[in-house]
């Protein structure tokens, strides 16, 4: 999840996962209008197993609409996991993250595709021309229903005749995992979120994935970076498995 995070208090993994990475997170600008993310920006080693683990048989890619030969824009890259698969098929793929040192992670991972560039910028202030944008998504990344008005002012912007964007966030009105989210997340108000969407013209797409991890280990590190540790302990001590189906919503909006 992109959902801004409160501290897990796991030090020790935190800095194993600083160690791994070295300067890129030990010395780091934010660009203006940057949202912390605490999961990703301070465990980004434990971040990288949850987007393996994260919906493994691509139901998340099979509700978004084709993006072969159109000018991609990935809003809030992080390390860019998801640029390559873009890349495949996309004339040009943009990833913006405002967190430079992921920035960094983010353009080693892809600097070996021609067609893939990733920018440092913000949601709000993002660092391309107007009407330059096809196909856009934002994974769990700014876009959280009310509070986004400038950044979907930017993508206004950005976006071409004719073009698309996608939005995926959570659904805490089904599944297991969206239990989870109720109960760590309880001032989010789902209906609210969805007024807010279908008001501004946005479809909603529900689909039903599945976190699926290689070990019971990995499983608990990631709950650990996206809940307070009491909600965590409380997931961790009455999910016994390593993996659980989780909901989320595709938000489609074409311009």
Not at 93 to 98: A, Q, S
Not at 120 to 127: K, R, V
Not at 195 to 204: Q, T
Request: glycine letters at 10%; proline letters at 7%; charged letters at 25%.
């Amino acid at each position: 999840m992109g959902r801004p995070q409160r501290q897990s208090g796991h030090q020790c993994r935190g800095l194993r996962d600083r160690q791994r990475h070295g300067s890129d997170l030990t010395s780091h600008s934010v660009s203006p209008g940057g949202v912390r993310s605490a999961n990703i920006w301070d465990h980004p080693a434990t971040y990288e197993l949850e987007n393996r683990a994260c919906d493994p048989d691509r139901l998340i890619e099979a509700a978004l609409t084709p993006w072969t030969g159109r000018d991609v824009l990935d809003v809030g890259c992080g390390t860019g996991f998801h640029l390559p698969r873009w890349s495949d098929g996309a004339r040009q793929v943009i990833g913006v993250e405002p967190h430079s040192g992921l920035c960094r992670i983010a353009a080693r991972r892809t600097r070996s595709l021609p067609t893939v560039k990733v920018l440092q910028g913000s949601a709000t202030a993002l660092p391309v021309p107007d009407a330059s944008v096809d196909w856009m998504q934002a994974r769990w990344a700014y876009f959280f229903g009310p509070g986004c008005e400038p950044g979907l002012r930017e993508l206004d912007r950005v976006m071409r005749r004719g073009g698309v964007a996608h939005v995926i966030d959570n659904d805490p009105t089904q599944s297991t995992f969206g239990g989870w989210f109720r109960r760590g997340y309880p001032k989010i108000n789902p209906e609210l979120v969805e007024l807010f969407w279908f008001s501004r013209g946005w479809r909603r797409t529900p689909v039903l994935m599945r976190w699926e991890f290689d070990s019971r280990s990995d499983f608990e590190a990631v709950v650990r970076i996206e809940f307070d540790p009491d909600t965590a302990d409380w997931i961790i001590a009455q999910h016994q498995r390593c993996s659980v189906d989780y909901a989320v919503n595709v938000w489609t909006k074409e311009f």
